[in-house]
């Protein structure tokens, strides 16, 4: 008995922490809709919510037509969790594995191609790095390692 109750509690606050992670999230959203970068996290909430798993470029031309040299570590920051959870969770509503990271020599996936122009390792832009992507799709590699 002793041990459900104790189960109980961690599950209750696991669930209280998932909350508060959640919330604060929102909180950061929020903050970061309404400061001097929103006219670029406006369009892009727009466009996180009506994507889809269908080939297209257009999150990715998206991100690339914007000047991410003159947005702060924290705007960046709240852009890139908001990428995150949207493609994690589409993948997962169509019976994909949430994450499915490309490695290196493997054709990037959206969101690392993504990550690498809003963040980019030692000044070097994604093409840099890991080439064009060509035409992507949300779904990232699942499909691309099955052709090989």
Same mark, same amino acid.
């Given at each position: 008995m002793r041990r459900n109750s104790e189960r109980g509690k961690k599950l209750a606050d696991d669930a209280r922490l998932l909350r508060a992670w959640r919330n604060w999230h929102a909180e950061e959203l929020a903050e970061a809709l309404a400061g001097p970068h929103r006219h670029v996290l406006e369009p892009l909430m727009q466009l996180?919510? %009506?994507?889809?798993?269908?080939?297209? *470029?257009?999150? #990715?031309? /998206? @991100? =690339?037509? $914007?000047?991410?040299?003159? @947005?702060?570590?924290?705007?960046?920051? #709240? #852009?890139?969790? +908001?990428? *995150?959870?949207? @493609?994690?969770?589409? =993948?997962? =509503? %169509?019976?994909m594995a949430p994450i499915d990271d490309?490695?290196?020599? +493997? =054709?990037? %996936? #959206? /969101?690392?191609? @993504? $990550?690498?122009i809003i963040i980019p390792i030692n000044g070097k832009l994604a093409e840099g790095i890991l080439g064009a992507a060509g035409k992507s799709n949300i779904g990232g590699s699942d499909e691309q390692r099955t052709e090989k």
């Open positions: 996180l919510k %009506n994507l889809d798993l269908h080939p297209s *470029n257009a999150l #990715v031309d /998206f @991100i =690339r037509a $914007r000047d991410w040299s003159a @947005i702060d570590a924290q705007t960046k920051l #709240v #852009v890139l969790h +908001e990428i *995150n959870t949207t @493609i994690t969770t589409l =993948r997962t =509503r %169509n019976g490309a490695l290196w020599g +493997e =054709r990037a %996936n #959206v /969101f690392q191609t @993504i $990550r690498l």
